[in-house]
C-alpha cells in the first residue's frame, strides 16, 4: 500500500511532497471465512476493501512497515513533511482532550 502526500503552505506557497509505503501480507482464509467477512463486515466501500482494525485484523498476518499508513493516514510521515515548510503536529496537539487541533 503507498500512500501520497502533497502539501502546500497557502501563505508561503512553500511545497512538499512525500509518500509512505506498507507492505501487508494477508492470512491464508477459507472461502466461508472470506465469505463471512464481506457478510458482517460490509468492506467493499473501503479502500482495498478491507479494514485493518477490529474484525479487520483478523485477515493480516503481518505488516512491513507503517501501521498507520493503512489505517488511513500515515501521520508520522505528515509531521515530518511539514516539518520541512515549519509546522510541527506537536504544536497542534490540544491539551484538554490529547488531540489535534
Partial sequence: MVTGLALIDSE???AVEG?????VTFRQLT???IERFVEV???LD???AYTVDGPGSLLVARYDGCYQNVLGLPIVKLDKLLRVIGVSLFNHLDPA?????
Avoid: M
Avoid at 482532550?97 to 487541533?101: C, G, T
Fill in 19 to 23: 509518500s509512505e509505503s506498507t507492505d
Fill in 31 to 33: 472461502n466461508q471465512e
Fill in 12 to 14: 508561503t506557497g512553500a
Fill in 97 to 101: 482532550r490529547a488531540k489535534f487541533l
Fill in 41 to 43: 463486515v460490509k468492506p
Fill in 46 to 48: 473501503r479502500a482495498g
